[in-house]
């Protein structure tokens, strides 16, 4: 079942799974390929960025992606988590804590 590899050992409720399951019954996921970005087109970024990704990640290579990141973006905040798939939960705080330090002056 896709919803466990993407959500790998994350306690979900149940509700959340069935409510993933009617979503699934009439949504068209994108299948064609993501758009990536040039090394020219990052290294121009210059607001913040934060990553998150988990190091059992079954849609995305969440190590290549921190090392292009880390390599083309010096700046970029960057989080692997551990025993976390492709859903990213309960990261409110980091989120909120990075954009509060982003816009101090």
Not at 13 to 22: H, K, R, S, T
Not at 23 to 41: C, I, M, N, Y
């Amino acid at each position: 079942m896709l919803s466990k590899a993407i959500y790998y050992h994350s306690d979900v409720p149940n509700e959340i799974l069935e409510f993933q399951a009617v979503v699934s019954k009439h949504f068209h996921p994108v299948t064609e390929r993501l758009p990536v970005f040039s090394d020219e087109q990052l290294v121009r970024l210059t607001m913040p960025v934060q990553y998150f990704g988990g190091d059992h990640d079954v849609l995305l290579d969440t190590k290549k992606s921190v090392e292009r990141l880390r390599s083309v973006i010096a700046h970029a905040e960057v989080h692997v988590l551990e025993n976390t798939g492709h859903a990213v939960i309960d990261k409110f705080e980091d989120v909120k804590d990075f954009l509060i330090r982003s816009i101090q002056p």
